[in-house]
């Protein structure tokens, strides 16, 4: 699985949505040959979102799409612009990672499914055995397929690093930003209160 393991992208942990992309957590998944498709584990899950808090982010259970856990930013008492954009933009960018996702898991699935029914039928076999149990291609017969896969979207995965590098640095630019201001206004009022104190 050197081929597989070589397309899995690893972000850099001073990004501060820093994590493991999900569509390589979703290849070690699948890269079982005796591993069942994601969409046959069906879950019950809550679709009812909190309000944002004023204290605390809010993190979800992982999607079944994109395989991310969604996050609602806190919304903290007296916001500024500077901190109401940088909230925007990271839940902007929630979503955007999330939409990207779904979409490339849902392809992966498809194709992935595709390729073992097409495998199987060139050996004159059909999806499930006499007992009914699916089954499965060996090790390096699906590793055909992932590099294939990884190939294929080589041009769409770069694009999408480009972005999404691009869109932490801003992030962590704003979030700089927002930390020397709060930074500031700690010394001032600091010094506010220092000053101001009566003396004997």
Not at 13 to 31: F, M, N
Not at 107 to 125: D, H, M, W, Y
């Given at each position: 699985?050197?081929?597989?393991?070589?397309?899995?992208?690893?972000?850099?942990?001073?990004?501060?949505?820093?994590?493991?992309?999900p569509?390589?957590?979703?290849?070690?998944?699948?890269?079982?040959?005796?591993?069942?498709?994601?969409?046959?584990?069906?879950?019950?899950?809550?679709?009812?979102?909190?309000?944002?808090?004023?204290?605390?982010?809010?993190?979800?259970?992982?999607?079944?799409?994109?395989?991310?856990?969604?996050?609602?930013?806190?919304?903290?008492?007296?916001?500024?612009?500077?901190?109401?954009?940088?909230?925007?933009?990271?839940?902007?960018?929630?979503?955007?990672?999330?939409?990207?996702?779904?979409?490339?898991?849902?392809?992966?699935?498809?194709?992935?499914?595709?390729?073992?029914?097409?495998?199987?039928?060139?050996?004159?076999?059909s999806?499930?055995?006499?007992?009914?149990?699916?089954?499965?291609?060996?090790?390096?017969?699906?590793?055909?397929?992932?590099?294939?896969?990884?190939?294929?979207?080589?041009?769409?995965?770069?694009?999408?690093?480009?972005?999404?590098?691009?869109?932490?640095?801003?992030?962590?630019?704003?979030?700089a930003?927002?930390?020397?201001?709060?930074?500031?206004?700690?010394?001032?009022n600091?010094?506010?209160?220092?000053?101001?104190?009566?003396?004997?």
């Amino acid at each position: 699985m050197v081929s597989v393991a070589a397309g899995c992208f690893r972000r850099s942990l001073i990004c501060p949505l820093a994590y493991q992309t999900p569509w390589c957590a979703h290849i070690r998944r699948c890269s079982s040959s005796n591993s069942a498709p994601q969409h046959d584990k069906k879950q019950k899950r809550s679709r009812v979102k909190p309000a944002a808090s004023p204290t605390h982010d809010w993190i979800g259970p992982p999607n079944q799409l994109s395989n991310l856990r969604p996050i609602i930013y806190r919304t903290p008492e007296n916001e500024t612009e500077l901190e109401k954009r940088l909230r925007h933009l990271r839940q902007e960018t929630e979503d955007w990672n999330h939409t990207f996702w779904a979409k490339q898991n849902i392809t992966f699935s498809k194709e992935k499914q595709a390729f073992i029914i097409s495998q199987l039928q060139s050996k004159g076999l059909s999806l499930r055995d006499e007992q009914g149990h699916r089954r499965a291609l060996s090790s390096e017969e699906m590793a055909s397929f992932y590099k294939a896969f990884l190939d294929k979207n080589r041009t769409r995965h770069a694009n999408y690093n480009k972005e999404w590098y691009r869109r932490n640095l801003t992030i962590t630019f704003l979030m700089a930003r927002v930390s020397l201001w709060n930074m500031w206004k700690r010394l001032a009022n600091k010094y506010n209160t220092r000053n101001n104190t009566p003396t004997a």
